[in-house]
């Protein structure tokens, strides 16, 4: 009993220090002056059920005649003094929620606070259905099967058990739970439609604004493009699925079915940048996930080669081909996010985005 008390000590005094370690790092960075910050809903819908509500009954009788608010997303934003003239919209991925952009797996400032710390102001999105935003209209069953191990083999952290050499991935096991703890599932049953209708009432509040996008939040996002004139950039980190004009749809593509041209050629009205990761390999392999991201690369080339046939401004970066290397799927909150923000930066400047 003894030894099992004095090793239950150590882990405490173990994660103590591991969670000191992550507040320094914190703690070593300038205070942040926020100007303005605050927290909204947009879009969404309302439905009723039939019946007459009568208010003298319990709470807990089920009773119709009553209305729903859901399918809205929930938006958390802050606003540096100065900003400039184009704000930042973050829409997370599969399985995500706006944390995503808000911090690491150990500790350190998001993607949303480096740029913040640039001037920029920020609007972090839980879409419909996930994280603050989860009341919606249409029920959907919520598993609890043990899916830790299918995630750290499909985000490129490493074939499970086994870290990829050189990965830009924290390997302590703090971390790690960190990580998996950021999972959150869908609440309810919704389309894609509900998410990108959400997205323009975001940037409708929002106003003109660089998107950014992160996995399965890349194909609302091209539609949310061509749906919202405020939309006035894409950054879209490792997107699961693009859309293509009526027609040109790739075999296996996700981005859905395509759209007519006059809409597609909304795309090619603004910069877009995409980026991608390490660990994608240039030929067939064993492994189910790596060959999933390879099929997506390819398709991320084939559709920006037709944005810009149409006249567009579609670029496709491999990190690994311009000489960094190491990154998982999650490249915007790997251990080398300040790196991974400076090419955007340059990317930026390059476009007059950053004024």
């Known amino acids: ?8 000590l150590v882990c405490v005094v173990c994660s103590i220090v591991s969670l000191q370690g992550q507040a320094q790092k914190t703690k070593s960075q300038k205070p942040l ?73 150990d500790g350190r400032e998001g993607f949303a606070n480096i740029f913040l710390r ?27 099967t043990p899916d830790d191990q299918t995630w750290f083999t ?18 302590d096991s703090v971390s790690l739970d960190n990580f998996f703890r950021m999972m959150t599932p869908n609440t309810g049953s919704v389309d894609e439609a509900t998410i990108v209708n959400a997205m323009s009432a975001v940037m409708d509040k929002s106003g003109d604004g660089i998107l950014f996008t992160h996995s399965a939040g890349g194909s609302p996002g091209w539609k949310t493009a061509i749906k919202n004139q405020h939309v006035k950039a894409v950054v879209a980190y490792e997107p ?7 027609g040109q749809e790739p075999e296996g593509n996700r981005g859905g079915k395509g759209v007519p041209l006059d809409e597609f050629k909304k795309l090619t009205k603004i910069p877009i940048v995409v980026y991608f990761g390490d660990f994608i390999p240039k030929d067939e392999t064993k492994a189910a996930s790596l060959n999933f991201w390879k099929n997506v690369l390819a398709t991320a080339r084939q559709w920006a ?5 149409h006249g567009g401004d579609a670029t496709i970066v491999h990190l690994p081909e311009i000489g960094i290397k190491g990154n998982t799927h999650f490249l915007m909150s790997d251990l080398n996010s300040e790196q991974v923000a400076g090419v955007l930066e340059k990317w930026l400047k390059e476009k007059r985005l950053d004024k």
């Open 1 to 8: 009993m003894r030894n099992k008390a004095i090793l239950s």
């Open 33 to 105: 002056i926020i100007q303005e910050q605050g927290a909204f809903s947009a879009g969404g819908s309302v439905t009723k059920s039939e019946g007459t509500f009568d208010a003298l009954k319990p709470w807990n009788v089920a009773q119709g005649g009553q209305t729903r608010h859901g399918d809205h997303a929930d938006v958390f934003y802050q606003i540096p003094p100065k900003a400039k003239r184009l704000s930042m919209v973050f829409l997370h991925g599969y399985g995500q929620s706006r944390r995503s952009w808000q911090t690491t797996a």
């Open 118 to 144: 640039k001037g920029y102001g920020v609007y972090l999105v839980d879409q419909p259905g996930r994280g603050h935003a989860g009341q919606t209209s249409k029920p959907g069953q919520i598993t609890a």
């Open 154 to 171: 499909q985000f490129r952290i490493g074939l499970y058990p086994d870290f990829n050499e050189g990965v830009q991935f924290p390997k």
């Open 240 to 246: 699961g699925g693009f859309t293509f004009p009526e």
């Open 305 to 309: 080669k037709v944005v810009n046939s």
